[in-house]
């Protein structure tokens, strides 16, 4: 995809977070004590309109299904886009996953982020997502930096290159749970992924992180398209404080376009993620996806007429910020 050649109107493939269909569960059930279950997530995120997959994190919504979590998914007409990895299943890993200071702690993660790729290919889904939020630190003197930074260039390399086909994805974040993570943001893990040096991995845009990590989201997503593979879109939005998991473009719509657009014109072409809490609040999670694919929508009809605006390649060659914003809000406003 060249800038030359934007394609037509993108028919967008979405997905969501399965834990958003836990919010106002008695909206759908009915007043009642118990939590919903996995497949009961599944069912319902099966009632949005255009909703089309969903992410699942591992192993956590592997544990309480009677069949096979992806076989449940599919059975409701949906598909599983990716595994996403959660280190939450030792309490040892909160010291870290890759990155802990006991060998056999960091071996365990790695077993199971191998556990989770290999669930991921038997069922043919090419995606592992992981999050490494527990490898950092919180005060100075804690940690040997150097060695922490080999560690996690090691597990990276070694999840990797245990199955070629199956795309292994980072996601980063500059904090939370720990006070400093290893891979705060999009140079960092740039630079993680050149020193690995496996073919199958890239990169994670998460709106939120990318605008807590103070970076701007278009350029973020140029940068990895340039130096690795976007291979994952989490779209979302907040404060740039921290992850509020706020609906799509309700705070940065500009800069949410913005991104699109670049990410469109780099080619990427897979699922477009909706990782928003809408439990925080207790909204309809229902109406809250649709609201996001809604939002999407209408953002890459603004994508689509702005790269038909011969006007707007004009103002950027000069880099003129007035003329470049003036023919963005009036493509963003036209019926």
Avoid at 161 to 187: C, G, Q, T, W
Avoid at 196 to 220: C, K, M, R, W
Avoid at 258 to 271: I, K, S
Wanted: include cysteine.
């Amino acid at each position: 995809m060249t800038r030359s050649q934007p394609r037509e109107r993108n028919r967008a493939r979405y997905a969501s977070r399965l834990n958003s269909f836990a919010s106002a569960p008695e909206l759908y059930w009915g007043a009642r004590a118990e939590k919903p279950s996995v497949a009961e997530m599944i069912g319902r995120a099966a009632t949005v309109a255009g909703l089309k997959h969903l992410d699942l994190n591992y192993p956590d919504h592997f544990t309480d299904v009677a069949k096979d979590t992806i076989g449940t998914v599919r059975d409701e007409g949906l598909d599983v886009s990716g595994l996403a990895m959660r280190y939450y299943t030792d309490p040892r890993f909160k010291q870290g996953a890759f990155s802990n200071p006991e060998a056999a702690v960091r071996r365990k993660a790695l077993d199971l982020t191998k556990a989770a790729i290999d669930t991921a290919a038997e069922a043919g889904v090419d995606l592992m997502t992981i999050w490494l939020g527990q490898d950092g630190f919180d005060t100075p003197f804690q940690v040997e930096y150097a060695r922490l930074w080999e560690w996690e260039v090691e597990g990276i390399r070694e999840v990797a290159d245990h199955n070629p086909e199956v795309d292994i994805s980072i996601e980063y974040k500059p904090n939370e749970p720990r006070a400093f993570a290893l891979l705060p943001d999009m140079a960092t893990t740039l630079l993680a992924i050149r020193e690995a040096g496996s073919p199958n991995l890239g990169v994670t845009l998460d709106f939120a992180h990318i605008l807590y990590a103070n970076e701007q989201p278009a350029y973020a997503a140029m940068m990895a398209a340039r130096h690795s593979r976007v291979l994952g879109i989490h779209l979302n939005d907040g404060y740039a404080k921290r992850d509020d998991g706020l609906m799509v473009g309700s705070v940065h719509l500009v800069q949410t376009t913005e991104m699109l657009r670049q990410v469109r014109h780099d080619g990427y072409d897979g699922v477009i993620y909706f990782d928003t809490f809408p439990e925080v609040t207790g909204l309809d999670p229902v109406a809250e996806c649709e609201a996001n694919i809604a939002a999407v929508e209408a953002m890459l009809a603004v994508v689509d007429r702005v790269d038909a605006d011969s006007r707007l390649s004009d103002a950027v060659a000069r880099q003129d910020g007035i003329a470049a914003q003036r023919i963005v809000r009036q493509c963003m406003i036209q019926n």
